[in-house]
């Protein structure tokens, strides 16, 4: 069983919320525009963390992490990009990847946008954490957590707070 802890676009900023609610994760997964190496630092120090790039991350970010990671975590088949899109929406690069083969656990970030979808099409289960740092259009910062044992993903959690109130404990 791991205990995950999912975010994106923090945008080089990440409220001391975010550590609180990840106290009792076991790996920190990011779908990209991490923004800096400090805020990449400070979530690898925390905890043991995968992540990709994204649109706005700068060439040392992109040298640290790839633009994809596809992995098992137990027994799910996890990709986890940055620019996705989601179910019926898909960008066409990640479509040709679902039509080889689709993960069971499909992750992406950009849109700031918190979204969880099963995708019947491609069996799959579609997770959007949103903008867990405060810089874009957004009004409410996000992060997520979960389980996956063996083959299940679950007790699936959110943590949200207003923007105004990002740096408040």
Sequence with gaps: MKR?????????MLSSRVFKFFES?????HAGDIGTTETADQLSDY??????YGNIDDHILRK?????QRFFCEEVDVLITHIG??????E???????????????????????KVIFDPKYNLLHVNPGAAGNKGFHQ????????????N???????????NAFMEE
């Excluded at 994760?25 to 997964?29: H, S």
């Excluded at 899109?85 to 898909?90: A, I, M």
């Design 153 to 163: 993903i679950k007790d699936m959690e959110v943590l949200e707070f207003e923007r």
């Design 25 to 29: 994760v076991d790996e920190i997964w």
């Design 64 to 68: 640290m992490f790839p633009t994809d």
């Design 4 to 12: 995950i802890g999912l975010l994106s676009d923090t945008h080089g």
């Design 140 to 151: 409410v910062c996000t992060a997520v957590r979960f389980v996956i044992d063996g083959k």
């Design 92 to 114: 066409a690069r990640v479509r040709k990847q679902f039509i080889i083969k689709p993960p069971k656990l499909f992750i992406c970030g950009h849109s700031h946008i918190l």
């Design 85 to 90: 899109g989601f179910p019926g929406h898909y």
């Design 47 to 52: 905890k043991p963390l995968r992540a990709v």
